[in-house]
C-alpha cells in the first residue's frame, strides 16, 4: 500500500526516529501504525529515540591532529554517566568520529551525522552504541581547523583544546615546535583565555568594559572627584590589566611567570629559525553551558533493588 508523508511524519513524532526508518517500518507493517512501531523497537530504533529526551551533559572531550594532512579536531560527545567515558566502544566512536570530520569535513553535527563511518552512517552507528551502552548519547559539537595546529586532551576528556598557528621555514616539523604547540594547548587548558590578542577583541567589548569602570570609579570615593584626565589614564591602565588576563598572547605563561606568552613565542620562533603566529583556538570543556543530571544514587540503587 502507497504510504503518505503524513504518515510518516505522525510516526516520526511518535518515535522520534529517522524519516527513512519510519516509512520502512510503515511499508513492511502494511501502514499500521502499532505494528511499525513495534518494528522499530525490534530494530533497537525506538528505544535509542526514547533515551533522546534524557540529559545528556557527562561524556567526553577529544582533540587530535593529523600532521600529514594538516588537519585537526576537537569534538564533544556527551552520555548521562561519567562512567561512560571509560567505556571503549563509547572512546572508539568518539575518535572515529574525529576522523569523519578531519576527511569529510561536515558542515555541522546534522551533516556530521549523515557522513560514512565505515560501512554504515555516523548516525546508525551513533544508535548502535545507545543500545549497547544504555545511556543518551549526542555529539553535541566540533571545532576543524586546516593548517598546523596542536591538540590537547585533558583529565581524560575533561577538556579538549585546538590551537591554530602560521609558521614558516618548516619549522613546525620540529620536535622543538610540537612541545611549543602543546605548551600553548596547555595555557589555553590553564589560563582560559577569551580572545587571541587585544586586535581580536571585539571594539564593543572594550567598551562596555570601560563604561563599567567608569560606574565603579564614580561610586568609590577616592576616584569619583578626580579630574576626568585621571580617570581616563586610570582606565587605560585597567584596560590593559583586562587584555593581560584575556588574551592569549598577553597572559603570563604557565610555565615561566617572567614571560608572556608572546614572548614565549618569538623566543621559540628566534631558535627554530622561522615565525610563528597563534591564530586561533577553541577550548571545549565537558558539559559547559549543560544541565547536568542530580540523582540520588542511594534512592537509584534502592528503586533497583525493589
Known amino acids: 500500500m ?5 504518515d510518516v511524519m505522525e510516526l516520526r513524532k511518535q518515535t522520534d526516529c529517522g ?4 516509512k520502512k517500518a510503515l511499508t513492511e507493517a502494511d501502514g499500521n501504525f502499532e505494528k511499525a512501531i513495534e518494528i522499530l523497537r525490534e530494530r533497537g530504533l525506538a528505544t535509542a ?5 534524557r540529559i545528556a551533559a ?3 572531550v577529544y582533540a587530535d591532529y593529523c600532521p600529514e594532512c594538516k588537519v585537526g579536531v576537537v569534538i564533544e560527545v556527551n552520555a548521562e554517566t561519567d562512567f561512560v567515558a571509560k567505556n571503549d566502544k563509547f572512546v572508539d566512536f568518539v575518535k572515529k568520529a574525529t576522523k569523519v570530520i578531519m576527511e569529510q569535513n561536515p558542515a555541522d553535527v546534522e551533516t556530521l551525522m549523515n557522513c560514512k563511518m565505515g560501512d554504515e552512517t555516523v548516525d546508525q552507528a551513533l544508535k548502535e552504541l545507545i543500545l549497547v551502552i544504555k545511556e543518551n548519547i549526542k555529539v553535541r559539537r566540533f571545532t576543524r581547523y ?3 595546529c596542536s591538540a590537547y586532551v585533558h583529565g581524560g576528556g575533561t577538556h579538549g583544546i585546538l590551537v591554530n598557528f602560521e609558521t614558516t621555514n618548516g619549522i613546525e616539523a620540529k620536535d622543538e ?4 604547540g602543546k605548551d600553548i594547548a596547555m595555557q589555553v587548558a590553564a589560563a582560559n583565555p577569551s580572545y587571541v590578542d587585544e586586535a581580536s577583541v571585539p571594539a564593543e567589548v572594550v567598551a562596555k568594559e570601560k563604561e563599567i569602570m567608569l560606574v565603579q570609579m564614580s561610586q568609590d570615593p577616592k576616584n569619583a572627584n578626580k579630574p576626568e584626565a585621571v580617570k581616563q589614564k586610570m582606565i587605560e591602565g585597567k584596560i590593559k590589566k583586562f587584555f593581560k588576563e584575556n588574551c592569549l598572547v598577553d597572559q603570563e605563561f ?3 611567570g617572567d614571560l608572556s606568552v608572546a614572548q614565549y613565542t618569538a623566543k621559540v620562533a628566534k631558535d627554530l629559525g622561522g615565525d610563528i603566529k597563534i591564530v586561533k583556538f577553541a577550548r571545549f570543556q565537558k558539559g559547559e553551558g549543560l544541565e547536568k543530571r542530580a540523582d540520588d544514587f542511594a534512592a537509584e540503587v534502592a528503586s533497583m533493588v525493589k
Open 19 to 22: 524519516m527513512m526508518e519510519c
Open 58 to 60: 557527562e561524556g567526553m
Open 254 to 256: 604557565v610555565k615561566d
Open 177 to 180: 615546535f610540537v612541545a611549543y
Open 146 to 148: 586546516e593548517g598546523v
Open 2 to 6: 502507497a504510504i503518505s508523508a503524513k
Open 49 to 53: 529515540a526514547k533515551k533522546a529526551g
